[in-house]
Every structure is written in structure tokens, then in C-alpha cells.
């Protein structure tokens, strides 16, 4: 389900830059790594697809001059960053706990 729920918002945000719906870019550049860093697969690759993600939202916003969803924007990246360190934190302690 997550898998689907990446694809649909990658999808989402790359049809509101397309055709410049704010809340298709802010959604699905939002969301679609914290889907991706709920599937567990690898810290790296989540920090990679978070930092993808800030960029294009960041630059569309700012080259849109919309300030007030581009802080928006910057405070949901910060929270999705923080919630995958603590989601693959949970990941690692168990590997410790099965060896």
C-alpha cells in the first residue's frame, strides 16, 4: 500500500508543477517521502528522496513567490525528516536485537 500511495503522490506532485496547482506540488512532494521512509528500506535512500523532495518544492515555491506555503513546505520536510530518523531508528534497534 505504500508503494501505491509513493507512486500517487510522485504522480500528484509532478502534475501541479505541470500545470502549477500549489496543493498538488505541496501534497505530493510532502508526502511521498514519508510514505517511501514508512516502507523501512534504507536511512540513505530516504535522506536522498527528502532532499529531492525539499528541492523541487523549494524551488517551485520560491520561484512562485508564494512565501507562506514554501515555509509550510520547509516545516514539513523538517517533520518528515525527523520521522524517518526515528522510523529507521526503530529498524536498526531491532537487527541489533535478532543477532
Not at 506540488?25 to 510514505?35: E, M, R, T
Not at 534504507?42 to 523541487?56: A, D, E, H, Q
Not at 524551488?59 to 520536510?77: A, D, I, P
Request: proline letters at 1%.
Amino acid at each position: 500500500m505504500n508503494l501505491i500511495l509513493v507512486i500517487f503522490f510522485i504522480i500528484l506532485g509532478i502534475a501541479g508543477l505541470l500545470f502549477g496547482v500549489d496543493a498538488g506540488v505541496f501534497i505530493g512532494f510532502s508526502l511521498f517521502p514519508y510514505q517511501f521512509s514508512k516502507m523501512k528500506i534504507n536511512k540513505s535512500i530516504n535522506n536522498i528522496l527528502i532532499g529531492i523532495g525539499s528541492l523541487i518544492g523549494s524551488v517551485y515555491f520560491l520561484w512562485s513567490k508564494n512565501w507562506l506555503l514554501f515555509g509550510l513546505f520547509l516545516f514539513s520536510q523538517v517533520i518528515t525528516f525527523s520521522a524517518s530518523q526515528y522510523l529507521m531508528k526503530d529498524v536498526n534497534e531491532n537487527i541489533k536485537e535478532d543477532k
